[in-house]
């Protein structure tokens, strides 16, 4: 690993950071990606125009220096992945909103931080006041698409996903369960994981383990209309 030279004299330039990243997310953040994908969010809409503020999932995943400081030695998991927990993550955190607006057959997923005027703009699109389109000039000419071509936009209302049931439920998600989770939502259908986790509310049984012994316990036995829970 090189070492650092140190800071150049004179003026540099400064990206500004609430106070509240200190204060309250910092403490919380275990996640060295999670981490490295916040600071690198508030750099890059820190340099950009328009209101409001955003990156688009392919931007991301097409940004070099983002991608640099995700590789990681004895992670054999591709940069792709980090970056999708990452933001996973920040955003069960509460630390970010996203929309998903589908352009053709393709869905291209927005991501902005969780401030006022953020939340004021996310509504307007969920509700239809505000064109999807614009999220696509907001990125730049690399994101537009070819004035001559006519392209269909539709916002793509998703339910929520099972780190934020996890959060909302639960409590603050470990890092270290998030691949867990991440593999049970691809493999059992959304609406066991949300049955489940109500399930284990109902019984307060507010543990990962009991909700996995019931999705387990379907998929084996099958999904009835009784005997939903299981013991322990």
């Known amino acids: ?19 509240q990243f200190f204060t309250t997310l910092l403490p919380e953040i275990e996640d060295v990606s999670e981490l490295k994908v916040t600071l690198h969010l508030f750099w890059l809409l820190f340099r950009k125009y328009g209101d409001p ?5 392919r931007e991301l995943l097409a940004d070099p220096l983002l991608r640099r400081a995700l590789r990681r030695q004895g992670d054999p998991r591709p940069i792709e992945e980090r970056l999708r927990a990452a933001l996973e993550l920040a955003l069960a955190r509460g630390t970010l909103l996203r929309v998903r607006v589908r352009v053709d057959d393709e869905i291209i ?3 902005f931080f ?11 699109l ?20 070819n004035d001559e071509d006519e392209h269909e936009y539709a916002i793509e209302l998703e339910r929520p996903n099972i780190f934020v049931l996890y959060e909302q ?9 998030a691949e867990e989770l991440r593999e049970a939502e691809q493999t059992y259908p959304y609406e066991w994981i949300e049955e489940a986790f109500r399930l284990a509310i109902q019984q307060n049984k507010r543990r990962w383990s ?16 009784a005997g939903h829970g299981t013991h322990g």
């Open 1 to 19: 690993m090189p070492a650092f030279a140190g800071f150049p004299p004179g003026k540099s330039p400064y990206i500004p950071l609430p106070e």
């Open 53 to 57: 503020r955003c990156a688009s999932d």
């Open 109 to 111: 997923t927005w991501y």
């Open 114 to 124: 969780n401030t006022d005027r953020s939340r004021q703009a996310v509504a307007r």
């Open 126 to 145: 969920l509700r239809g006041e505000e064109s999807p389109e614009l999220l696509l000039e907001l990125e730049g000419p690399a994101g537009a698409p």
């Open 169 to 177: 439920n639960i409590g603050l998600l470990p890092p270290l369960l």
């Open 210 to 225: 009991y909700i996995r012994a019931i999705l387990q316990r379907w998929e084996i036995e099958g999904k009835g209309e």
